[in-house]
Structures are given as structure tokens and as C-alpha cells.
């Protein structure tokens, strides 16, 4: 039998489960036979929302089953069911609801069909009890307990021979009357969510995930020395941010350290603490004898892959009270997956932090990007990407774009068709490993290039801005958006491993919600 949905909805009777599953056992393979699981009733004549467990289509009819599970009493005109815990509760009659529910639904549906004649009825499913009582108000036939429970397809023959024995019953319907039936009572639909409503609801959860990862500030703030890694989107920089917060505080001098100016300007808009300094590497010292401060009382460094060489490690060792070896320290980093895009990452600056026993705080939980995101880039590039991800968003889009002598013709129906979906352009980020400049951007029109602005040192302290926002990739490590075009790659296999691998998982990680990839088709050189 096809049972429609294929999954039973969400229901409290374990009973109604259990028949769900025995109807589709029941008549297999023969899909002429319907069962409609949970159907609601907007007509019907003694209740404001009625519903029917069961309704059944087949060449036999129309029929409803009522499903009453649990133990079963009757006294004195009213019905009782006892659960497991053997409480009693007053019911509905079931006849009456099933035999209500039938005609709800054959007044919904006689002008409709108003010159077919389509056979009824109704039974009730008792599947926990031995039904052994004899009375003229109830035909047995109509009756399924839990011995006839055991075959319902037996139950069901009898159960529809005896129907068709009534006045006005003997006609069977077609197939093609059983579909339109179907389609009438339950017809099949989709509206689609538009893209603007995925992205804010996947932003939400987002949210959410990365307030689940504070628990590690607890463990973080209970030591000395840490060393914290993760893969991209598993909230390394909102975790540092959130730490240097909370240690400030405390009334300590805190310096947040970075390799990235632009990610310097973006937190430096986030957060505003006399006793907290956001630096690069390159302006620690001097940021240091602006604020008047000799030496720093807690150091975290983001993006700690990115000053994994010994002139950086020197630097922040002068800047930090007790140095690296006895001083309070917090680094996060991702030397797995994102080194070597600055400086070439060296495993001797890691040995020697390690040396100065640090506690190891792993971040698993990517509370950025969706699944389909996570899983791509597990496919395309073998790296890992944490578990969970802020749940089922739309699939990765991949073109391959000609750019060399047409317009950028996908790139440009792409961007107008997330812009057309509702999506606002401040959600919008362009990636190239290129320069603005030379990227491909020059082959949009002119209208579509006007809607785009190139972030900068100074935009950046505004960013997410109004407009679609484009960015080298490089720049924009550490940083986010809920859609990510990435544009001006040869395609995967055509890249050296050096030169992809470590600009496509930051590029492809950038993305909350959508991400885009567009191949470049390799220029021939004539």
C-alpha cells in the first residue's frame, strides 16, 4: 500500500505508528491501494479542527480508520483509555469519530465529484486489546483488535467486502478516479523558500553555535597557556574577542595580535576597552608605547599560523610580561589547513610553544558554513572541515566561465538572481586571488560593476557595507559573509597543489550560507 507522507507525522500515539507501518507492509506491491496519514478536516460539522488518523483509497471506496491505542473501557455511554502507567482518561467515542470524520470529508469532496458514486466507510483500530464484545451498536467487521491487528490485510478484505454489502455501495472506482481522488483530498505542492529566508535562518543558527562554544572560555580562562585549533568557521576569532573581553575586565592590560590589517580594523569596530589593543604584528611595538603600556598582562594572538616564524614569535615574546615561557598567553590557530598563505609556516615556532606547556584546546564544531559547504570542500580539496555545521542550506553552485573574449555572462545572471531572491548586496562578497584590477570583474556590465565596491582599509571598519563588496582573497582571511562568489581560479585539477589548496579552503570557507565557485576556462596561448 502507498502510504502518504512516507514518513508518519509527528504524532503522541505510538499506535498510529505502528498501523503506519503495517499498511505499508499491507497489499505490496499494489500502489492502487492509498493510505493518507493525519488528514485535517476544515468542514466538519461538530468540531472547529477535526482530523481523521487514517483515510484509505481503493477500488473499494473511501474509508477512515480512527486508531485508538492502549487499554480500553466503556461504561455508561462513555469511552476510557488506560496507558502504561494504568491511568485512566475519558475519550471520544472512536465510532463517532470515525463515522464524523468520514462524513466531513465526503461533504468535502461531493461537489467536487458530484456525479460519482463513491463507496464509504469506517472501522476502528484497537491494536493493544482483545476485542470480544458483542453488541448491535458496533459491527465486528468494523472492528480490528490486536489478534485481527496481528494480518491487517486480512482485516482490511473483510473489512471492505463488508462495506460494499451496504446500499449505495456496490460501484468501484477506477484508477484514474483513485488519483484525482488523491489529488483532491491531498494534493502534491512545493513552495519553495526563497534564498533571503534560508540565509536568515541558517544566520541564526549560526548565531547560536557559536555561543555553544563559549563553554571553551571557561577551560581557556582556567589556564595560563593555551593553544587553541580549529579549522575554518569553528568561531577561533569570536572566541579570541569574547576572551579578551572578558580578561579586560579584570582591569589587565590584554593586546589582541593578528597578521591582517583588515581584520585589525574589523574588530577594532567590534569591541571598545581602554585595557584591550588590537594590533597587527607589524604595529605591536608601536601600539604598545601609544597605549603607554611596558609590557602587556595577557597576549592573544588569531591567525596564529600566520606568525609561526621566528621574527614574529620574537615580537610577541618582548611585548608580553614573563615573556612566552611564563607569561599568560592565548593562541589560536589553524596550522593544518591555512598556513603558509603570509609566511612560510615554521614547525620549530610550534615545538617551542609547545615546550612551554600549554593546555590543548581542539575546536570541532563549524559553526559557520552549512553542509552541503562542509561537505565540498571535504571533497574537493581532502581537508577537514569539523562536524555539524549550521544545518541544510542550499547546494555549491560551480560554472565554468569563458572570460577571455565574452562578457561574464554566468557570473552576472548569478548575481542578479541572488539579488532578485530577496537577498540584500551587503550579504554579497566577491573573492579573486587577484587585484580588483585584473580580476574578471572587468568583464561585467557597467551597471552590475557600479553595485560593486572594493573593500579597503578603510571600508573594512564598516563591513558588512550597503553594496555587493569585493575583496582579494588574502585580505579577507579571518573575515565572512552569508554568500560567497569566488571567481578567477582555473579549475580545480588545472591548479598546482601549493597554489590552490590553501587559497580555495579560506576562500571556500568564507561563506555562511551560499557559496559559488566560478572556473575560469585556461587562456590559450595562440
Known sequence: MNVIPSHPYKTDSNAEYRLFKKLQEAFHPDNSYIALHSLNLTHHKTKRFGEADFVILCQYGLFVLEVKGGGISYRDGNWYTVNRSQQEFKIQDPFRQAEGALHALKDKIKDHFS?????IGYGV?????????????????????????????????????YWQQKPYNQAKLTTEQIKQLKAFIRPDFELVEPLHSRIDRLSEQAVKLTKDQYKYLDIATANKRVLCSGGAG???????????????KEDRSVVLVFKSSWLRYYLQSLISNEYVTISTIESIAIDQKRAGIDLYDVLIVDEGQDLFDFDSITLLESSL????????WYIFHDVNNQAGLFIETKAEVLELLESYKPINIPLTTNCRNTKPIIETIKDKLSLDMGNK????????????????????????????????????????????????????????????????????????RNFPISNISFSEIKN??????????????PKQENATPMESKVLHYVAMTRARSLLCVFWSVPKIEK
Open 476 to 489: 579577507f582571511k579571518g573575515l565572512e559573509n552569508e554568500v560567497i562568489l569566488l571567481i578567477d581560479f
Open 234 to 248: 569553528t568561531g577561533k576569532t569570536f572566541l579570541a574577542l569574547e576572551l579578551a573581553r572578558r580578561l579586560a
Open 321 to 328: 610580561k614573563g615573556g612566552l615561557k611564563k607569561g599568560e
Open 115 to 119: 456525479s460519482w458514486s463513491i463507496p
Open 389 to 460: 555545521g549550521t544545518g541544510f542550506g542550499p547546494e555549491v553552485d560551480f560554472f565554468l566561465e569563458d572570460f577571455t573574449d565574452a562578457p561574464a555572462t554566468k557570473l552576472a545572471a548569478k548575481l542578479t538572481e541572488i539579488i532578485k531572491s530577496g537577498v540584500h548586496s551587503s550579504s554579497i562578497t566577491i573573492l579573486s586571488p587577484l587585484p580588483y584590477k585584473q580580476s574578471n570583474l572587468r568583464n561585467l556590465s557597467d551597471k552590475l560593476k557600479g553595485q560593486i565596491v572594493e573593500l579597503d582599509d578603510y571600508s573594512i
Open 125 to 161: 483500530i484497537f491494536p493493544d486489546v482483545s476485542w470480544k464484545v458483542t453488541s448491535s451498536e458496533w459491527a465486528s467487521q468494523t472492528i480490528c483488535d490486536s489478534y485481527k491487528f496481528r494480518n491487517i490485510e486480512s482485516w482490511l478484505r473483510n473489512f471492505f467486502r
